[in-house]
């Protein structure tokens, strides 16, 4: 996207390396606080009403909102997400990555404010901190490590995982998974709940849009790839390509969308289709 180009040219060097870690930080001095004095996380959730009123930090301090309350699934969070966050960062770059993870925060903000505006109008104002508080504990970074977790199955859909470090399964799987409890989450949820998740989310969403190629599901371009295909039906001798993928030898004529970049950490002239650009292991002759 030419505007984020844009905006990384002016302002990428105060981009933040290794954001992933600072996250993982802070869960765990949330984690911490709980343990030690779970009241004191009154005072950092994002209470819309509070901040309005004076309570700025909250606007911050809401991300140290442990994500779960259990040492072990802290743990294992903790390193599964840390992999997945250091991936994406060396993928995009680190301003892309910052940009992703700070929208993603931005937009769950807005979601809380929009959600305490609509439920201004529906009560008493004795009864807004209330209701305030309601909102806010209903606000974590969970969906923060769901839209991570969703960016990553986009980007590398056939990596394996070790589920619980016993069971075998491919990313898209569990990304299939993951969506259809967040449909239904969604789906049973109030329009409280339900703009809060789409909020959390949007991040994910925009990037999922930018990321597909939309002119393929044109009429024009349709028609083109039928006429493409119609053509390669019809007998001829071998036809000449101009571009191969190193890994799994596909290309233009097997599939007229696909994407081919060369990989500027092998040693030679190695081109990859985009399944296998960032996946393949790098070639070195020395």
Request: net charge positive.
């Amino acid at each position: 996207m030419d505007w984020l180009n844009k905006l990384e040219r002016k302002i990428g060097r105060y981009a933040v390396p290794n954001l992933i870690m600072w996250l993982i930080g802070a869960y765990t001095i949330g984690f911490v606080i709980n343990m030690a004095a779970p009241g004191l996380l009154t005072y950092l959730v994002l209470s819309p009403y509070h901040v309005l009123h004076g309570q700025i930090w909250r606007l911050v301090t809401w991300i140290f909102m442990p994500t779960d309350t259990n040492l072990l699934f802290l743990l294992i969070m903790a390193m599964f997400y840390y992999q997945l966050g250091m991936t994406l960062e060396r993928s995009w770059g680190t301003f892309r990555f910052n940009v992703y993870i700070f929208g993603g925060m931005l937009f769950t903000m807005l979601g809380a404010f929009l959600l305490y505006g609509i439920l201004s109008f529906s009560y008493e104002p004795a009864l807004l901190p209330e209701m305030s508080y309601m909102i806010s504990f209903g606000i974590s970074t969970n969906y923060i490590n769901m839209s991570i977790f969703l960016a990553f199955a986009v980007m590398y859909p056939d990596m394996q995982v070790m589920l619980y470090f016993i069971i075998p399964i491919r990313m898209k799987w569990m990304a299939v998974v993951y969506g259809i409890l967040t449909a239904f989450q969604f789906i049973a949820s109030g329009w409280a709940g339900r703009i809060s998740i789409f909020m959390s989310l949007l991040n994910f969403i925009i990037f999922f849009l930018s990321t597909r190629n939309l002119r393929r599901y044109s009429p024009h371009e349709i028609h083109r790839r039928q006429k493409f295909k119609a053509q390669m039906r019809e007998p001829k001798g071998a036809g000449v390509t101009k571009h191969k993928c190193a890994v799994c030898g596909r290309t233009e004529l097997d599939d007229p969308t696909l994407d081919f970049r060369f990989c500027s950490r092998c040693e030679g002239n190695y081109e990859y289709c985009q399944d296998h650009l960032f996946t393949h292991q790098h070639i070195k002759k020395s």
